[in-house]
């Protein structure tokens, strides 16, 4: 990740004019190869990242989470920092933390941080079979952070894979398949805009990242180091040393 000039300078003017916990911007994904880049179109694009606004941009305000983010130190500690006992999400679930406690997570479209997709088909699925799976452990920790956009994945592969199962009681089960593929050509083609290696490396990479999700956040096992009731182990910054924007 590579920040844009005068970020973090941006970042904490934002946290003094706004008053907010937590203050990011867009994650800028840019690819160097054909497939990095089909893999950055896919998600800065709506049908790939759903409403998360700091993937394509938008108003400034607030948001539930952001890339990146520049924390208030005060309401950082006050939430308990990041959770250690998360391999993903981490960021996500502090941000909930902050929001439950009434701080502010505010988005501002001025600061940007450049991103390199994944390089491949199995890394990108692998990474966001990641996410899909440590999802699911947030959600448990906190039922009612679930937004659509995470909630769509697991649904797509259910219903995909019902749909599959279900052509052999009846071939109107091929509905549900059918339409997701149709979308999927329409996004790929849309989103192409005419570049034909473009649009047939989305047509792998828009099913990869929603049903790798889906499948992911469907099976994610709950961690082990922490219990139904167990406390939560932070990561502590050191006085002398100092953590975001210390």
């Known amino acids: 990740a590579e920040l844009s000039p005068g970020y973090l300078r ?3 003017e934002t946290l003094q004019r706004t008053g907010a ?7 800028r994904a840019e690819g160097t190869t054909p497939f990095e880049r089909a893999v950055a179109a896919a ?3 709506r049908f790939g990242a759903g409403d998360a606004v700091f993937h394509y941009g938008g ?6 989470t952001v890339y990146l983010g520049v924390f208030d130190r005060v309401a950082m500690e006050a939430a308990g920092l990041y959770d250690e006992t998360l391999v993903r999400n981490q960021d996500y679930e502090l941000n909930i933390r902050l929001r439950q406690r009434g701080g502010v997570v505010w988005f501002d479209p001025e600061l940007s941080v450049r991103y390199r997709p994944r390089r491949s088909l199995g890394r ?5 079979f990641e996410y899909g799976a440590w999802k699911r452990e ?3 920790r906190h039922p009612g952070s679930l937004r659509w956009r995470q909630a769509a994945p697991p649904a797509l592969a259910l219903g995909l894979g019902m749909g599959l199962v279900g052509t052999a009681v009846h071939r109107a089960a091929l509905l549900i398949p059918g339409t997701y593929g149709a979308a999927v050509v329409v996004a790929s083609a849309i989103t192409a805009r005419r570049r034909f290696g473009m649009f047939a490396r989305l047509l792998a990479v828009f099913p990869t990242m929603h049903l790798a999700w889906g499948c992911g956040f469907l099976t994610g096992r709950r961690s082990r180091s922490v219990g139904a009731a167990g406390p939560v182990r932070v990561r502590a910054f050191r006085r002398s040393g100092g953590g975001p924007g210390g």
């Open 59 to 64: 108003h400034e305000g607030p948001s539930d």
């Open 43 to 45: 998600m800065t694009s």
């Open 124 to 128: 990108l699925a692998r990474q966001y």
């Open 21 to 27: 916990a937590n203050v990011g911007g867009i994650q």
């Open 10 to 12: 941006r970042a904490v």
């Open 138 to 140: 947030v959600v448990r």
